[in-house]
């Protein structure tokens, strides 16, 4: 079998109006208009693959990953490693899984040999360690009459909680007072400003200020990951769990190693390609910590290869971010996600287990190519 050709659409699909910010805070969401692309791997044979780049990919870096699969024997690559070889034990320690669009062609590959064997992805990476998926509602900057609608129609849906964005300025109490007379106490949500507190005083006098509500889930990302002094300072002093979005090891690592060994975090956000994001749970797992899978506001192909990647990850027991099918006009594949109590139940078909909307694909593709060697 061989990789003849790689299909490349250039997308652009916007947000649906009111979904993500309410417009007193953020008139235009702006990332929403940052193209994706999505590919397919195509063979010699009926097998295909699907993958997808985050935002802002440049289609050279596109075009460069597509030259260095094409010709390959897919059954023949190394998954955790797929733009590398199969090393003889004689070197240094290898570093894998980097290179041009990496993530988006690990991804096609990873369906592509999940469609081979029969597989379901999950299975290449070592097997589920769970039925379903936790995963919450996710919202942006809201007022808080903006919040109570989202938590009512998160509530319609069956999901047990939200992730809002958020920052000091905002009326922070207001709004999760107005989402708790919706979902109650037990509706949780994960407060994260993207580094947008500040200063650890502002987060710890914020979140005293919000500890009698009831229903905060954690702190993501309160201040500046480089502050660490500020990180200890919060860990100490605030009420509940306080996580990192971090997209390697060695950032997991330094979060564990600070206060003189104690930690800073009690959970961890964490990203990466399907293997990347075992690697990176793995580490955490190590030191006891839960995890979620992050996200990017992703379309559908991206979003379910993220639901496999969490699957696989025993520690990955929070709610994890799977929020384009509710945040963009369309997800480009033929079933969406499906969330059923705020969960996902895990895939179980082969490869990823979703197929491309080539209908809808129509109304949102800005350009189209095939790379070929």
């Known amino acids: 079998m061989k990789i003849t050709s790689v299909s490349i659409w250039t997308v652009i699909v916007p947000t649906i109006p009111g979904r993500v910010h309410s417009p007193e805070y953020v008139s235009d969401t702006g990332w929403d208009q ?33 030259q260095k699969i094409v010709g390959k024997d897919p059954e023949a690559l190394v998954l955790q490693d797929i733009f590398g070889s199969a090393s003889d034990g004689s070197e240094d320690v290898p570093k894998v899984g980097t290179g041009p669009s990496y993530d ?3 991804m096609a590959v990873m369906d592509l040999v999940g469609h081979i064997r029969g597989l379901p992805v999950h299975s290449l990476l070592g097997g589920a360690a769970r039925s379903r998926v936790r995963a919450d509602y996710w919202m942006g900057h809201q007022t808080p009459e903006d919040g109570k609608r989202a938590v009512a129609r998160a509530l319609e849906h069956g999901f047990k909680g939200v992730k809002i964005k958020c920052r000091i300025q905002e009326p922070m109490y207001e709004r999760l007072k107005a989402m708790r007379e919706v979902g109650g106490p037990e509706f949780k949500v994960t407060v994260d400003p993207n580094e947008r507190f500040f200063t650890a005083e502002q987060a710890i006098e914020l979140a005293l200020q919000l500890e009698p509500l009831g ?16 990180y200890e300072k919060i860990h100490e002093a605030i009420p509940f769990p306080l996580a990192m979005h971090l997209g390697d090891g060695p950032g997991i690592i330094r979060a564990l190693q600070a206060d003189a060994g104690r930690g800073v975090v009690d959970c961890v ?27 990017g506001n992703d379309l559908g192909i991206c979003d379910t290869s993220f639901v496999h990647a969490a699957a696989a990850a ?38 990823l287990g979703c197929e491309l909307d080539l209908k809808a694909l129509q109304k949102y593709t800005q350009s189209y190519e095939e790379a070929t060697a």
Not at 38 to 55: A, F, P, V
Not at 283 to 292: G, R
């Open 34 to 66: 940052v193209p994706k692309h999505l590919i397919r791997i195509n063979t010699d044979t009926e097998y295909s693959g699907l993958g997808e780049t985050g935002r802002g990919m440049q289609i050279e870096q596109v075009r460069e990953g597509a």
């Open 104 to 106: 988006a062609y690990e």
């Open 215 to 230: 229903n905060v889930e954690v702190f993501e990302d309160p201040i500046p990951k480089t502050d660490i002094e500020g």
């Open 269 to 295: 956000n964490l990203g990466g390609s399907l293997f990347g994001y075992q690697r990176n749970a793995a580490v955490a797992a190590a030191a006891n910590l839960p995890c979620w899978h992050g996200s």
């Open 314 to 351: 025993p520690n990955c027991t929070m709610a994890s971010d799977f929020v384009g099918s509710w945040t963009r006009e369309d997800d480009l594949i033929v079933e969406p996600i499906e969330f059923v109590d705020g969960y996902v139940p895990t895939p179980m078909k082969p490869g």
